[in-house]
């Protein structure tokens, strides 16, 4: 596959969509080989590569970086978590899995309340939905719960009084994997495997080419 092609829209529209719930890579394989890329092509598309394929990889990284920033504020590792689920609900497939496992556990309390909780049903025309599908959690639109979490971090943030505290980690964790995906070289399994198929499959406008 030529990642020279890949924009980062497509790039960032492949991770919003894509299932984030597979386990990150092995920690050998992770750590395994780096070299430094030839030319500035080479490393954009080395970047993109390693960015997609070792996703999970990198998000518990940020995550392990912002918690040990955190590790005697209790406040500011409560205001990180918020803050990373409303970057998680981003995530089309995080956000679907969300809303029926709270609609599946709210319907063994209250089968009328979680009838509710349904996300309205998209119109058809000629077999196919009119638009594209919406995401909704609990019946409300996605980006309800976006801005409420959102909102609840930035205050817990400010409570906490870290924000420089939490740039400076955030600056750290994504510099740690800028270096990586960077110098991480990307081996077989990486370029020709499964995971092409995968990028394939959620890249914008796939289905139409």
């Not at 955190?70 to 500011?76: R, T």
């Not at 309340?113 to 939905?129: H, S």
Request: net charge positive.
């Amino acid at each position: 596959m030529d990642w020279s092609a890949v924009t980062a829209e497509d790039l960032v529209d492949a991770l919003r969509e894509v299932d984030w719930s597979t386990p990150p890579r092995p920690v050998p394989e992770f750590f395994s080989r780096f070299t430094v890329p030839r030319s500035y092509s080479k490393w954009t598309s080395r970047l993109k590569c390693n960015l997609y394929y070792y996703r999970t990889n990198y998000f518990i990284l940020i995550m392990f970086i912002l918690g040990i920033g955190f590790l005697w504020k209790p406040v500011a590792i409560l205001a990180a978590f918020m803050t990373g689920l409303s970057i998680a609900f981003l995530n089309d497939s995080f956000a679907v899995t969300f809303n029926e496992k709270v609609t599946r556990t709210v319907r063994q309390f209250s089968p009328h309340l979680a009838a509710k909780m349904r996300p309205p049903i998209t119109p058809v025309l000629r077999g196919r939905p009119s638009s594209k599908r919406s995401i909704h959690i609990c019946g409300r639109p996605r980006w309800v719960f976006v801005l409420f979490f959102s909102a609840v971090s930035c205050i817990l943030w400010l409570t906490s009084c870290s924000l420089l505290t939490v740039l400076w980690a955030l600056l750290i964790a994504l510099f740690a994997t800028v270096l990586h995906a960077s110098f991480r070289t990307p081996n077989l399994k990486a370029r020709l495997n499964t995971f092409r198929e995968e990028f394939r499959a959620v890249w914008r406008n796939y289905s139409e080419l």
